[in-house]
């Protein structure tokens, strides 16, 4: 397995982000999806990775810098015919790893609260990450779990 920078031109890319959104926004009640679109995964600041086996996308990742200390994971997502490979771990380290270096000192994310998301938070936890109160312009909400890791 490979990551690198993601390119959001590549259709593979693409078609697996349109996926996550779109995913997001059936399972999540209005107002709650928090989901990345491909515009603002392209701004300015954002990190952007893939995980490719070969010509093979296996997943996304994204951190978005909250400050100059507090980044926030974004758009984590595997392709169903890669779950269970280690590739959200790979992708999860790699950021973790890459926001050190950039001097962070803490990653926070917000993920859903309910059924869909269990693998989520599974994996965040299994990582390190603890639960925390909103963070960020995020508000209370029944549907979302907050977790925070200090790097």
């Known amino acids: 397995m490979q990551i690198s920078r993601g390119n959001l031109s590549d259709d593979r890319i693409l078609r697996l982000l349109r996926y996550h959104f779109e995913t997001c926004h059936e399972v999540t009640?209005?107002?709650?999806?928090?989901?990345?679109?491909?515009?603002?995964?392209?701004?300015?600041g954002i990190d952007f990775w893939a995980a490719w086996d070969g010509e093979t996308l296996l997943g996304t990742g994204a951190m978005k810098p909250l400050d100059a200390t507090h980044g926030e994971v974004k758009s984590m997502h595997t392709a169903e015919t890669a779950r269970r490979r280690g590739v959200g771990s790979a992708l999860l380290r790699?950021?973790?790893?890459?926001?050190?270096?950039?001097?962070?000192?803490?990653?926070?994310l917000e993920t859903g609260s309910f059924g869909y998301f269990e693998p989520a938070v599974a994996l965040y936890k299994a990582h390190g990450f603890t639960e925390c109160p909103p963070f960020g312009d995020y508000k209370l909400d029944p549907n979302s779990v907050f977790l925070t890791l200090i790097l």
């Open 29 to 44: 009640p209005p107002g709650s999806a928090h989901v990345f679109d491909v515009a603002r995964l392209a701004a300015p």
């Open 94 to 108: 790699h950021i973790i790893a890459t926001s050190r270096a950039r001097g962070l000192t803490r990653l926070s």
